[in-house]
């Protein structure tokens, strides 16, 4: 029988990507005023500037997902890392999404390199790095619709939610489904913390803050989140295949999060 609990763990890495994980964060926004975002990438729940070498790496930009397609919001204000809509949006319940593109990363005993094993001499590991990151974002007090929250967006790895987070109460299970492409991902372990778990700083040792939620996905990709707080939090999992080509890389590693609130919106 799968186990649910609270538990403290920090989680060391050979590699700071599993630190660094792409999220989103939404402000509450009303009905007909414009949608701000920001895309966090360092340790969460800061926000911190994206180094200029790393910006390409987020190209594809933010993207709204609505009842009637998709559109892109437009980088604004005196941070790298905050985006809004042109214009404003209607009450309802949207996703905003965030891609950081596949990226090769080799190391040698020289360090870490953003090459393939070909270009990197004497690479000892190298994998092809994929991010993605997802927010519910409900605008207006009322809004708790599940047509477009419950949906695919596309991601490789993905994190699909079956109900609206504000409809869900402190210790209830919020039920989510967790797909590599495309298809359910079995017995992957899905994590999950809240802003105010972790109080240390991980910034120097590169370890994933401390879950307060850990559990493993059934057969059918699904897998039971219980929030016990209120907060805004964030649900991760990982994923790795071997990459097609072994002289050129060794894996292809998939991370994604879910960004939500429970309760009364923090952010």
Not at 119 to 148: F, Q, R, W
């Amino acid at each position: 029988m799968k186990k649910t609990f609270l538990f403290i763990a920090l989680i060391s890495s050979a590699f700071t990507a599993q630190a660094h994980r792409v999220w989103m964060q939404t402000d509450h926004t009303h009905g007909d005023e414009i949608l701000k975002a920001d895309l966090g990438y360092g340790e969460f729940p800061a926000l911190e500037t994206i180094q200029e070498k790393r910006l390409s790496f987020f190209d594809r930009g933010v993207t709204l997902f609505t009842q009637t397609g998709k559109q892109k919001l437009v980088q604004k204000g005196e941070h790298n890392y905050h985006f809004e809509t042109e214009k404003p949006v209607k009450e309802g319940s949207y996703i905003v999404a965030a891609e950081y593109k596949p990226t090769f990363w080799s190391k040698n005993a020289e360090g870490w390199k953003q090459a393939d094993m070909k270009d990197t001499p004497k690479a000892t590991y190298c994998e092809l790095t994929s991010m993605y990151g997802k927010n519910i974002v409900n605008v207006g007090h009322e809004s708790a619709g599940i047509d477009v929250i419950t949906k695919q967006i596309g991601h490789e790895l993905e994190i699909v939610p079956m109900d609206n987070p504000a409809n869900i109460n402190v210790s209830d299970r919020f039920k989510v489904k967790v797909l590599f492409r495309g298809e359910p991902l079995a017995g992957a372990t899905l994590t999950a913390t809240f802003d105010g778990f972790d109080t240390a700083d991980n910034s120097k040792t590169h370890k994933v803050e401390a879950q307060a939620f850990s559990d493993v996905t059934g057969d059918d990709g699904t897998v039971d989140i219980i929030p016990l707080r209120q907060g805004f939090w964030k649900a991760q999992i990982t994923h790795e295949v071997p990459f097609k080509d072994p002289q050129q890389c060794q894996k292809a590693k998939h991370y994604a999060t879910l960004t939500f609130n429970i309760g009364k919106q923090y952010h």
